[in-house]
């Protein structure tokens, strides 16, 4: 095993492959764990039902943490064993690049989205949700649906249930789709009824 450091181009680039790979990661555990009958229940399969059922719930920090941690230990080691400096770059590009996967998915849910591509991959991943949990696995990006033909363009509105509406998307006044968004989104179920103002 060698100390020398690594050649900074060639580290750039196993650093993007790191997050690269964290995206393959990212739609196998979705598809696989998260929906498919034959690989349930599992550690991933419980709380992801739950972030289905509930709409808003994601799994706490802490059961994030040592998952991360017990996969972090054990990659880390064997890649620096195998591989060198390299193998803890790419672990760092596959660890950054799921910090912030797990940033863009809290924000799908709690934020309407202010760039276009936050805006398609957030229609991309309720399209998942609310119209067909067996098509759109990526939540940060549709490649590995288009590779392994899972992705579903959407030419529809996605009629989202009012009882796991994001917060973003009605209308407290109203209790309807922010017109904004309703060329995108429309809610399906009766509308919640307001107390009568005494």
């Known amino acids: 095993m060698s100390t020398s450091l690594p050649n900074?181009?060639?580290?750039?680039?196993?650093?993007v492959f790191g997050g690269l790979s964290w995206t393959l990661l990212e739609y196998g555990i979705h598809r696989y764990l998260g929906h498919d009958a034959r690989w349930r229940?599992?550690?991933?399969?419980h709380e992801h039902t739950r972030h289905h059922s509930e709409g808003n719930y994601f799994s706490p920090v802490w059961k994030k943490l040592l998952i991360a941690l017990a996969v972090l230990a054990g990659l880390g080691v064997s890649t620096y064993v195998l591989i060198d400096w390299y193998g803890l770059i790419y672990m760092s590009g596959l660890v950054c690049a799921y910090l912030g996967?797990?940033?863009?998915h809290y924000l799908h849910h709690i934020?309407?989205?202010s760039s276009s591509y936050g805006r398609r991959m957030r229609r991309h991943h309720f399209y998942h949700h609310f119209s067909n949990p067996r098509m759109n696995h990526g939540v940060t990006t549709p490649l590995w649906d288009?590779?392994?033909?899972?992705?579903?363009s959407i030419e529809h509105k996605i009629k989202v249930p009012r009882k796991l509406s994001m917060s973003w998307l009605i209308n407290p006044i109203t209790n309807e789709v922010y017109p904004e968004y309703s060329k995108w989104y429309e809610l399906k179920g009766e509308a919640r009824k307001s107390n009568p103002v005494e």
């Open 8 to 15: 900074e181009y060639v580290a750039f680039l196993v650093f």
């Open 41 to 45: 229940p599992n550690f991933f399969s």
């Open 101 to 104: 996967y797990e940033r863009f």
């Open 111 to 113: 934020s309407a989205g």
């Open 146 to 152: 288009l590779v392994f033909g899972t992705y579903a």
